[in-house]
């Protein structure tokens, strides 16, 4: 894998960057990815486990699902994908992290600034009062679970038809604009508004460059496209940054 000279001179240290990622970082850790050939959505209709309303007509069957998700993302390690993106945190005082992923892997590899801007499904949601805990237990004792106040708990996760966070959304929107380098891994850049984030940093003036294993929408738009694996290409690069920007060959 050529990694271009240019996009090396575009990471400097000093900039801000953001790194956006979806399911394909987790895919080397074992997690199932959402589409492509093995993807759940290749299984499993969306409509009857991920929407508000399948959540209404069948809360048991919605858990059952998310708890199997939870078995095997407990199950899972941080990649070498994900411990470079840490590592990046300690190296660009201007960093931050937004994931669509929900398994939490991020932050058990280390990043704390992280936008988890579909939610994360270690986390659990009260219908009636709104409040959040986390629960980490797998399987969990009780399915559904019940919140103290006797109403169901869902997972803290963004499902299809529903709005993310206003906060959340509004933080990533001023960071994709402020962005001088964005860096797009493992999404299939189809789910909006995600979607538009990299077209966004791109139109802002920020230099933007996609990993993934595979051509995506957004691959015709960004300044490099780098095809293969999260884990190979993620810790690659990094090295390199730290050998052109440690020799100080660019400032
Ligand atoms: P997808 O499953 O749609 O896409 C995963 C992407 O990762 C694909 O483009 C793959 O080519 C790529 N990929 C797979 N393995 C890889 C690897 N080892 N290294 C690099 N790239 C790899 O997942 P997302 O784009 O994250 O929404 O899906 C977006 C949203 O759709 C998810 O957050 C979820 C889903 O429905 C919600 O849960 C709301």
Redesign the pocket.
């Known amino acids: 894998m050529e990694i271009p000279d240019s996009m090396i001179a575009a990471c400097d240290p000093s900039k801000q960057v953001v790194v956006l ?5 987790s ?2 850790s074992g997690v ?5 050939e093995d ?3 290749k299984r499993y209709r ?1 409509e009857d486990l ?1 929407t508000p309303s399948a959540f209404q007509t069948n809360p048991k069957l919605v858990w059952e699902w998310y708890d199997w998700r939870r078995g095997i993302i407990g199950k899972a390690e941080p990649n070498p ?1 994900h411990r470079a993106i840490a590592e990046m945190e300690g190296i660009f005082p201007h960093f931050c992290l937004i994931t ?3 398994d939490g892997l991020h932050r058990r590899a280390g990043n704390t600034e992280v936008i988890e ?3 994360n499904l270690w986390d659990l949601r009260c219908v009636a009062e709104g409040t959040v805990r986390e629960d980490t237990r797998v399987p969990l004792p009780e399915i559904p679970p019940l919140c103290e106040c006797g109403a169901l708990l869902r997972p803290h ?4 038809g ?1 709005s993310l966070d206003q906060e959340d959304l509004s933080r990533a929107y001023r960071l994709i604009e402020g962005c001088n380098l964005l860096l797009v ?7 909006q508004p ?2 538009s984030f990299p077209l966004m940093a791109k139109q802002a003036g920020a230099f933007v460059v996609e ?4 051509p ?1 929408p957004i691959s015709p738009l960004v300044d490099v496209s780098l095809h ?6 993620l810790p690659a690069l990094l090295e390199k940054i730290r050998e052109y920007w440690g020799r100080g060959d660019g400032a």
């Open positions: 990622t979806g399911a394909g970082i895919a080397e199932p990815t959402f589409r492509g993807g759940l959505w969306a991920a994908g669509q992923n929900v801007i579909h939610g996760v963004v499902w299809f529903e891994v493992g999404t299939s850049a189809v789910v995600v979607a990993v993934n294993m595979d995506t293969g694996k999260a884990g190979e290409i």
